[in-house]
């Protein structure tokens, strides 16, 4: 747990972990929270009351996680991450090159579903419905990897792995979008078995009383081992 108060929990969710079940699991996986779980109001029902899932984060990714208490303070929550009053903070490892210090990223993706599975994808020439912007931590020219602290302005399906991978930076450890050739020699060398992608920071004004909230979650120790085989330096 990362902040509790009497309208708001805030978690770091573990890699691996659903941020809710899905409808039809092919076997029982683990979610954020516990509890049933009603699609329809996004909420959770643990024995200490309603928990209501406020945005989500892909299975193999960590980090910052926000859920409400009641439905009024839910509904404020909601409107803030629409009305992208919400700034939301990233690290990731990419593999490749070549990128200035800041920028921004803009695409038109599209997200499409098939056999229960879904997949995004650029669609070029079509206006921008995607937007991030980077900062470079540090680049390594021996391993040809780069640490990015990313700042996600709008929260599309897999948007940071595709923006990323249609650049030739797939992230490491992505193993829809990325290299698996790439995967499988960093697993041997970092040994990074998952996506390096971690929801590092959350920051917006609180739905009750307006004020600042900050919310920031360490970069697990597998991430923070695999930077340092790859001689990466980095501090929360």
């Avoid at 079940?21 to 024995?47: I, L, T, V």
């Avoid at 892909?58 to 909601?78: E, I, M, N």
């Avoid at 700042?151 to 829809?176: C, E, N």
Wanted: aromatic share 6%; hydrophobic share 40%; net charge positive.
């Amino acid at each position: 747990m990362l902040h509790e108060d009497r309208q708001i929990l805030i978690v770091n969710k573990p890699a691996g972990v659903l941020s809710h079940p899905n409808p039809r699991p092919p076997k029982a996986q683990p979610a954020a929270f516990e509890g049933r779980y009603d699609a329809e109001s996004r909420c959770f029902h643990p024995p200490g009351g309603p928990l209501f899932l406020i945005h989500r984060l892909d299975q193999d990714t960590s980090g910052v996680l926000l859920a409400a208490k009641d439905a009024k303070t839910a509904a404020a929550c909601r409107d803030a991450f629409e009305q992208e009053r919400v700034r939301k903070k990233y690290l990731a490892l990419c593999c490749g090159g070549g990128l200035r210090p800041e920028g921004v990223w803009l695409d038109h993706l599209a997200t499409e579903h098939a056999r229960h599975q879904v997949r995004t994808v650029v669609r070029r020439g079509a206006r921008p419905n995607a937007e991030l912007r980077y900062r470079l931590l540090h680049y390594s020219a021996a391993r040809r990897l780069s640490l990015l602290e990313i700042g996600l302005v709008t929260g599309k399906t897999h948007q940071i792995r595709v923006q990323a991978a249609s650049r030739h930076l797939p992230l490491a450890g992505d193993d829809v979008y990325g290299s698996f050739d790439l995967n499988r020699t960093l697993k041997k060398t970092l040994g990074l078995r998952r996506l390096f992608l971690h929801a590092h920071q959350l920051m917006l004004k609180h739905p009750a009383s307006g004020q600042p909230l900050q919310i920031t979650a360490p970069l697990p120790d597998d991430l923070r081992a695999a930077l340092a085989a790859a001689d990466i330096p980095f501090h929360d």
